[in-house]
DNA sequence: CAGTTCCCTGAACACCCGTTCAATCCATCC
DNA sequence: GGATGGATTGAACGGGTGTTCAGGGAACTG
């Protein structure tokens, strides 16, 4: 993905969705790299490949284009990572995959995992902005109930206990973003290991299962 | 704390250290209620009753003056709660405490805890600029360590199971800053109560002691 | 009581950036 | 192939804000 299509050198127009994707797109690279504060409509444009005046054509005002970017940045890991989870067979195998997803830097395929800073842009922009709050709260909601899914999924295969899904979920879920803001900070007493290794130990603990060494082995891929 | 002082209707001249101090009080008040992005000088002058111009008297620059207002916010928070937990008896109760402390709108007495908020401004503002990025790493240590002095204490008292207390602490705390987050986003399905049973419940479970019902009671002032 | 130093003010400056808009370009259709 | 309409440009406008600065004034010093 983030193909620059060098072809397109200048004329080369393209039907609204594909400019309005492409410049969502481009909103959400600039924000990871520059941080919503320092971020231009100009720098977005030129991230594009088009004019200033281009952005404001598709988009009512630069605070809805970046609205918009935000939850899009996170729909795109949410997708992703629901993909890749729903191949696997066990409930641990999920549960393990997903916090391996979730740690950043923990699998080299995917950079720094990038889209960590854009939550704290979402959490930051929520404090006062109602619209961004709302969808927050549904972004949250929806990474909660993936976990709880896991959960269920786990409980009626009998790997994990018995007990209210959405109540384990919350914690787990919670601790995976409290311990990601470390990591993602380059904290040097929090690695991505030692993240991942106390997510699946409290884990582990909350849901009832036994470790096995091969869970805690780092960088795996996965089958 | 926080008195407008309105006697000083105009000269009253006041030496360096108060000065220094008024207006990073005055900035943080602004940060917490408007937001990193949305401060301006002028709104931290009015804020301290002084002009404009006095604010980068005092301070090279305003990204200085928002570096320094944010570190000593959150050093506020720390010597208060420092002070708080040193008073209690035993260890448990100190982890009690901590925990009402650092669910924001448990206690009453203590508005929102808008620490949280600044907590935000200073991970997204941490993720650019180093300086600030240091400053987080020095604070978040001394937060992790509050917990684990209290882990240290508690195992020496035979109320907590032995092990490596830094060990123990990360994960609480962790899971403190993730849930602390949901809380202050006012996210419908995670309470300040819920927060508070979930964080005492991990740390039993983490440091194996037992939950009397008294400690899931809501809203005690403790003794 | 002059002189010096420091505190403090508020207006002016300079720059940055979101937004607007008239003009241009390019498909597509008649 | 001329006309139509949407897509695109880039320059200009305008508001906002960090920073500077010349000056006023209070306290302290000798």
Same mark, same amino acid.
């Given at each position: ?21 492409? $410049? ?6 600039? $924000? ?7 971020? /231009? ?13 281009? $952005? ?30 729903? /191949? ?7 549960? /393990? ?83 990601? $803001? ?14 991942? /290794? ?26």
């Amino acid at each position: 993905m983030f193909k620059p299509e060098d072809d397109m050198s200048s004329g080369a127009p393209k039907h609204m969705k594909d400019r309005h994707q492409e $410049i969502l797109d481009a909103a959400a690279r600039v $924000i990871t790299e520059r941080g919503l504060a320092e971020t /231009r409509i100009s720098d977005i444009a030129e991230q594009a490949g088009v004019s200033p005046g281009l $952005i404001l054509y598709y988009f009512d005002s630069k605070d809805r284009l970046l609205a918009e970017a935000l939850t899009y940045a996170n729909d795109q890991f949410y997708l992703r990572t629901s993909r890749e989870i729903r /191949r696997l067979g066990s409930a641990k195998e999920q549960l /393990r995959r997903l916090i391996d997803l979730s740690v950043p830097g923990y699998l080299p395929e995917y950079g720094r995992l990038d889209e960590w800073a854009l939550w704290i842009e979402v959490w930051v922009r929520a404090l006062r902005d109602p619209e961004t709050a709302k969808d927050r709260e549904v972004l949250d909601q929806r990474w909660r109930a993936q976990i709880s899914d896991i959960i269920r999924i786990g409980q009626a295969s009998g790997e994990f206990v018995a007990g209210d899904a959405d109540a384990f979920a919350l914690p787990i879920a919670a601790l995976i973003d409290g311990l990601a $803001i470390q990591v993602i900070m380059n904290d040097s007493t929090v690695t991505a290991e030692r993240m991942h /290794r106390s997510c699946m130990e409290v884990a582990a603990h909350v849901l009832g299962f036994a470790l096995e060494p091969a869970d805690l082995v780092g960088q795996s891929a996965g089958a």
